[in-house]
């Protein structure tokens, strides 16, 4: 599936998805999410902001720059893999604010600071099994994104590798259609630049090109 229509499903979904209403129920959605926010297709979940998501997804695009259907794919892949481990703290943090509530009362005989410290403690062990989901899952993501980036230089690499040694055959073709004042069609050559293409990488090409130095000649001093 190309970028853009990821993203437009990814954007449907989230406007198909109203969620709970209450503040209970928005923070035992925040929960459940430790299931089904890290994993499978879904990458919005309900109380995400579509626009920022495209927005975020926009800045891997200007950032990577794909230009074949492999690299728009792993670019894609790395802004939802990116997106969901800005959730994680989110998650995290959710947890402990449920844990606030649930235990509100148990250490309520407890001065402030004392009970707020122990209410942590206690939600830490309680949920341990989905800190610890956590932790795995952030491992697991980060492992992905890794992989993903390494996979998407090597491909930047070799296509651009490839564009600099097709480039350079084609200006090669050029320079002798113009010596020999022949009009010049890349097409031809099986080449797909254009005219304009092959001029600006000759400039750029002589612009590389170091200018040797010439020694002076000696003095009659020094003779």
């Known amino acids: 599936m190309s970028t853009a229509a990821q993203l437009a499903a990814n954007l449907a979904n989230a406007q198909s998805s109203t969620g ?9 959605s925040s929960l459940n999410a ?7 297709r ?13 927005d975020h997804v926009c800045r891997f695009i200007d950032e990577f720059e794909p ?21 994680i703290p989110a998650l995290e943090a959710n947890i402990y604010a449920f844990g606030a509530l649930e235990f509100a009362e148990k250490f309520s005989a407890e001065a402030g600071p004392v009970a707020a410290g122990l209410i942590q403690a206690h939600t830490f062990l309680a949920y341990q099994k989905q800190f610890n989901n956590l932790a795995m899952q952030e491992a697991r993501l980060c492992r992905r994104f890794e992989k993903e980036m390494a996979e998407l230089k090597q491909l930047q690499t070799e296509r651009i590798d490839r564009e600099r040694r097709e480039l ?33 990488y000759l400039k750029q090409r002589t612009a590389r090109i170091p200018v040797p130095v010439i020694p002076k000649a000696a003095s009659s001093s020094e003779s």
């Open 168 to 200: 350079d055959e084609a200006a090669r073709f050029y320079l002798v259609a113009k010596q020999e004042n022949k009009p010049f069609d890349a097409a031809e050559f099986g080449f797909e630049f254009s005219t304009e293409q092959i001029e600006v």
């Open 34 to 40: 430790l299931k089904t926010g890290l994993t499978g």
């Open 20 to 28: 709970p209403k209450s503040e209970e129920g928005k923070k035992r």
């Open 42 to 54: 879904t990458i919005l979940m309900p109380g995400d902001d579509a626009q920022s998501y495209q």
């Open 67 to 87: 230009a074949t259907a492999r690299e728009e794919e792993l670019v894609q892949s790395m802004a939802d893999t990116r997106w969901r481990l800005l959730r």
